[in-house]
């Protein structure tokens, strides 16, 4: 059974099981493969619901979730599944993110080809292309390349994290955050299919940007749906 910190243990079962659906997701569309990637809730009482390192996205049970604190040091209470595992080597860029954005309840890491090899081919997503995007993701920028796991992390994404809800890891990954687990995981959707339709544009021609009235238009519009001047 799942262990409990704090009075909402139904939350955290619900959050085991959510975390569970997702990374099956992430692995069925390929975002993450092998033991790639790592997922984390916020819960009551201080403390995080994360993926554990080096286990496969795809076939992970509620029970070898883990509970850490808001630094990423794992909690002496665990389910019994989670004996022996470990938190994600990653953690550090989801407590980060955690650190700068109170309004943030879920992260998600993970390594979505067409915008790695974006990263790859130095194409930024930053720029005002597709409407959509911008009206609900803004920019998708990339931050500098930061050794895998690496106290580096945290600093690479610890500027571009305050004002965006999906970042590119140059050569690595992607980071999504959102208010729960299925609003970061469809910024992760939504990010892969914009770097799909670039990279397939490209192919096809230069990719002209939105008109820059429109694109401060939209750019003002998701502001305003994110609460923010």
Known sequence: MPSSKGPDTSREEQAREEIVRICRLAWERGYVAAGDGNVSVRLAGGCLLVTPSGLSKGFLRPEQLMLTDLEGAALPTQADGARGLRPSSELRLHCEAYRQRPDIGAVIHAHPVAAVACSL???????AVLPEVVLDLGAIPTSRYASPASEEGPAAIRDLIRDHDALILDRHGSVTVGRDL???????????????IVLAARHLGPVEPLPPAEAKRLAARHRALRGRP
């Open 121 to 127: 081919a130095g194409i930024s997503l930053a720029e």
């Open 182 to 196: 299925w609003d970061a995981y469809l910024k992760l959707e939504r990010m892969e299919h914009a770097a799909s």
